[in-house]
């Protein structure tokens, strides 16, 4: 009996846990798509499904349409599926990861631990904003086997995990707007709503609005929707295809920043809808005797923040800084040889110049206006990074010696003064390189130990702090050498890389996209973009422009080898 007795344990454990597969190969989860509504029926799983599947097949639901997530829900016991209140938050992994059972031992033979093995790219917060990430899943799901025989997950995670692919298909991007009081423009907060039904995306994102901005920007732009302003009732379509959004809370609001609010609401509405929209705060029109709105009768917010067309753009070439539309070198101790300019940027309208200048083994900042004598401003070191003209404000910033970010101002005599950035949240993560400002003022993009961050602007007056820096794909983006703004929520960067010397990044990391390399000999080491301008980079060969994905590189038509070029700003 006791020879027979581990035997006969052995046995039963083997069929308590029959057809159950070791390790499940890794496999691109992409689940099929069911109709939206309430009234979606919901399958079981396959019968006898192994429990790494089980798990597996689980993630590929999350996102399938249905209420309340019940296509994940099918996957749970009768209990779990009873209490599972999964948070706002999702996770979302690559779309290749494997199962594979935890190796702790369980004391009981129809209970398991199955673990998701992958990478998380990213979660989508409370706020419905991207933070991207690039860390191992850290998912475990323990499964047990039911009465019936079936396998079912019995502690569903607290969290939604999906795949990027799952991700990209059920959800759509939409610039929330918030108002920069600093630069007197909107600035787009990138969120990420749940696309179907198409006709509840106004509602969808309007909550988004009124709840204000992502913690990305928090500080750095004003909620004109801010508490005690409310939702009054459901934002709705009327009979004439109008689309209604009806306020509350807005009494003895001036007139001024109910305009800004209007504005608000229809610049980030255009995204979702194409119908007029009636604004109302407590039942009347939120700007008197302007009951709807289009996007084309809004003022053009922020047009003195991007560059003139008059203003090609400059570039600096063997100490010398020199034009981009002909070549010729600018007037003054810039373009004549007077300096050893290092690098430079133009004011945005196109008036002052501030160059970094090579002196005696170590560089020192000038500014002043364009073609003429550049005065010294008190501010030096091993190396200064590119200026960047902070908008609306006058301000030039640069990097002193990679660790510490200066900001000049200059006072009504022209007079200027180094003022310190509480950078410390950004020159934590290593030695910075370049550093660029948006052209709504709200952020800053920077290079930093040759990967991309971005982090907010917070503050006014003396106190300017540099808030939630961000990395950006950092398991793909390596080796960048410089960086640019392509649009509001959008950057261009340049890397070391042969096989994608040029990207497109959003600004919260949660895409990236190469540029055609064709006719690029590397190494790329500079680039410049502005709304309206093709991009132009710098490689070994000279410079070169392109406009879109795809596009094959064309050389600029005053290219120079080893140039630097910049449009204002």
Request: glycine share 8%; net charge negative; hydrophobic share 40%.
């Amino acid at each position: 009996m006791k020879r027979l007795l581990p035997v006969v344990l052995c046995l039963a454990l083997v069929a308590g846990c029959a057809n159950v597969p070791l390790e499940s190969q890794p496999v691109v989860v992409s689940g099929e798509r069911q109709g939206q509504g309430s009234g979606d029926v919901v399958p079981e799983p396959k019968p006898d499904i192994d429990p790494l599947t089980l798990v597996r097949d689980f993630v590929g639901a999350t996102l399938k349409p249905g209420q309340n997530n019940a296509a994940a829900r099918a996957y749970l016991d009768e209990q779990s599926r009873a209490n599972w209140r999964p948070s706002r938050s999702l996770t979302i992994i690559q779309d290749t990861f494997g199962t594979v059972y935890d190796p702790s031992p369980q004391p009981d033979p129809n209970t398991l631990v199955v673990n998701v093995r992958g990478i998380d790219v990213g979660t989508l917060d409370q706020n419905s904003a991207f933070v991207p990430d690039y860390t191992p899943a850290a998912l475990k799901v323990k499964v047990r086997k039911q009465a019936n025989g079936q396998w079912r997950i019995v502690d569903p995670p607290p969290d939604l995990y999906a795949t990027e692919s799952d991700f990209s298909e059920n959800y759509t991007e939409v610039p929330v707007n918030f108002y920069s009081e600093q630069s007197a423009t909107f600035v787009p907060d990138r969120r990420y709503v749940v696309a179907k039904p198409q006709s509840g995306l106004p509602s969808r994102v309007m909550y988004l609005l009124v709840n204000g901005p992502s913690t990305s920007l928090a500080g750095a732009v004003k909620n004109l929707l801010g508490e005690p302003v409310e939702i009054d009732t459901n934002v709705k379509s009327l009979d004439d295809g109008t689309l209604l959004v009806p306020l509350t809370g807005l009494s003895g609001v001036a007139d001024a920043t109910r305009n800004l609010i209007a504005a608000q609401i229809v610049l980030t509405l255009q995204y979702v809808t194409s119908a007029r929209i009636r604004i109302l705060a407590d039942g009347a029109p939120l700007v008197a005797n302007h009951p709807d709105w289009r996007s084309n009768e809004l003022p053009a917010y922020g047009a003195t923040l991007s560059p003139s067309q008059q203003l090609p753009g400059l570039m600096t070439v063997g100490g010398r800084v020199r034009s981009l539309l002909d070549g010729a070198p600018v007037a003054g101790p810039a373009g004549n040889g007077g300096y050893d300019v290092v690098s430079a940027a133009q004011s945005i309208d196109g008036k002052r110049l501030a160059v970094v200048e090579r002196d005696s083994g170590r560089v020192r900042l000038r500014i002043g206006d364009l073609g003429h004598d550049l005065p010294l401003v008190g501010l030096g070191g091993t190396t200064l990074s590119r200026p960047t003209w902070r908008p609306g404000t006058g301000e030039v910033w640069t990097v002193v010696d990679q660790v510490s970010v200066a900001r000049m101002v200059v006072n009504p005599d022209n007079q200027w003064t180094p003022l310190q950035v509480n950078a410390t949240d950004l020159t934590q993560q290593g030695d910075i390189t370049e550093l660029r400002f948006s052209r709504d003022g709200a952020r800053v993009a920077a290079v930093v130990n040759g990967q991309l961050w971005v982090a907010s602007v917070v503050g006014s007056g003396d106190s300017v702090a540099l808030r939630e820096p961000r990395l950006l794909q950092p398991h793909d983006l390596r080796d960048v050498v410089d960086v640019d703004w392509l649009a509001p929520d959008m950057l261009v960067a340049v890397t070391r890389s042969t096989s994608q010397p040029v990207v497109r990044v959003t600004v919260d990391g949660q895409r990236m996209d190469a540029f055609n390399s064709s006719n690029l000999t590397p190494q790329v080491h500079g680039v410049t973009a502005a709304p309206g301008r093709p991009i132009v980079v710098a490689d070994a060969s000279g410079l070169w422009m392109a406009s879109v994905l795809g596009e094959v590189w064309r050389p600029q038509n005053h290219s120079v080898k080893d140039a630097d070029p910049f449009y204002p700003g």
